[in-house]
């Protein structure tokens, strides 16, 4: 445990900002597992509203910082081809 104020305060912020990612990070994960269970369930419709909900997310925890920049490119990448392979 740290003895200084400002380390003390530093720690307190931390932990909030350390669960505020976790929020964004739960989030994300949360809106792509729904989108691929409409898409294992080959629900076209429900997978189209998903997506753009799921790219939302993803782009969200891009800009926050909580993943990178190329991890939001490649998730987003592959739920596409998903998609349009059950459009297909």
């Given at each position: ?26 989030s ?16 076209t ?21 909580v ?22």
């Amino acid at each position: 445990m740290p003895n200084i104020k400002s380390a003390i305060k530093r720690t307190k912020i931390i932990e909030k900002k350390t669960l505020e990612n976790n929020m964004i990070k739960s989030s994300y994960k949360t809106a792509v597992k729904k989108f691929e269970e409409a898409v294992n369930a080959k629900n076209t419709e429900s997978a189209e509203t998903l997506f753009v909900e799921a790219t939302k997310k993803i782009d969200q925890a891009w800009s926050k910082g909580v993943i990178a920049k190329n991890t939001a490119a490649r998730k987003k990448s592959s739920l596409s081809k998903k998609l349009n392979s059950l459009k297909a």
